[in-house]
């Protein structure tokens, strides 16, 4: 099946920019998820941001806030992530990901279970 897939991880040094960019043009039928997330070796998945597309809200988690954000290009049918002020903890792989299944109506799109679809990820290298 097709999957999401990320494009825009390059290294940036801290305080730096990128531009992340999920295409999601196979999910835009059905989907109630588009989310990003990352993760580091050792460690569990990270829900950083999301769009609830049935509530049409957008949320990023408090080590990011105010330094990512997350939107739609309806146009490119894309989520993107705009990631500003990098810091060396923020390297990760990102994943985004798309949630489709009937059991994702009405579930919190901030939970890694709720997805059933993940693009191969990016990575994205901050040095200090």
């Known amino acids: 099946q097709v999957r999401p897939v990320e494009s825009g991880g390059e290294p940036v040094q801290t305080g730096g920019s990128l531009r992340l960019s999920c295409d999601v043009s196979?999910?835009?039928?059905?989907?109630?998820?588009r989310g990003w997330f990352r993760q580091t070796p050792g460690r569990e998945r990270e829900w950083v941001a999301n769009?609830?597309?049935?509530?049409?809200?957008?949320y990023t988690t408090d080590s990011v806030m105010g330094r990512f954000l997350i939107s739609r290009d309806n146009a490119k049918n894309t989520v993107d992530l705009q990631m500003d002020d990098l810091k060396p903890e923020d390297t990760a792989t990102y994943y985004c990901?798309?949630?489709?299944?009937?059991?994702?109506?009405?579930?919190?799109?901030?939970?890694?279970?709720?997805?059933?679809?993940w693009g191969p990820g990016t990575q994205v290298t901050v040095s200090s």
């Open positions: 769009i609830d597309t049935g509530l049409g809200n957008s």
């Open positions: 196979e999910y835009t039928r059905s989907d109630y998820c």
């Open positions: 990901a798309a949630a489709t299944t009937t059991s994702a109506r009405g579930a919190s799109c901030t939970r890694e279970s709720v997805y059933n679809f």
